[in-house]
């Protein structure tokens, strides 16, 4: 079983900001990231990692604002960096629901 991991419109800004200066192979492309709804949750269906073992090339699925469909996007990460950090401790779907319970109860 897959655990997808969601991502805030700010976490998805702050890991394609990596990737963009570390001129990294794949990033978003500023037209995406500037349409993201500012509210939405993104979903990371696929993370692979590349031959040379320093990329992480990670497959989303972006919410766009004033859209139903999503935007399928790859942003790469190294191992040890900020972004790669932030992806790493992204919450799955169980714990996100969990989070979400625990909200409306407290």
């Known amino acids: ?10 976490e998805i800004k702050k890991i394609n900001i990596e990737a963009v200066a ?3 192979n794949r990033a978003a492309a ?3 990231i500037d349409a993201l709804d500012p509210n939405g949750k993104h979903l990371l269906v696929g993370t692979y990692v ?10 989303w699925l972006l919410k ?8 399928k996007v790859f942003i790469d ?19 996100l629901v969990s989070q979400q319970e625990d909200t409306v109860l407290a």
């Open 30 to 32: 500023d037209e995406c």
């Open 22 to 24: 570390k001129s990294l």
């Open 50 to 59: 590349l031959d040379d073992a320093q990329t992480y090339r990670h497959e």
């Open 1 to 10: 079983m897959v655990d997808y991991r969601y991502a805030t419109t700010s």
């Open 77 to 95: 990460t190294e191992p040890g960096t900020n972004a790669h950090v932030i992806v790493e401790g992204l919450p799955t779907y169980p714990k």
């Open 64 to 71: 766009i604002g004033g859209s139903t469909e999503p935007v």
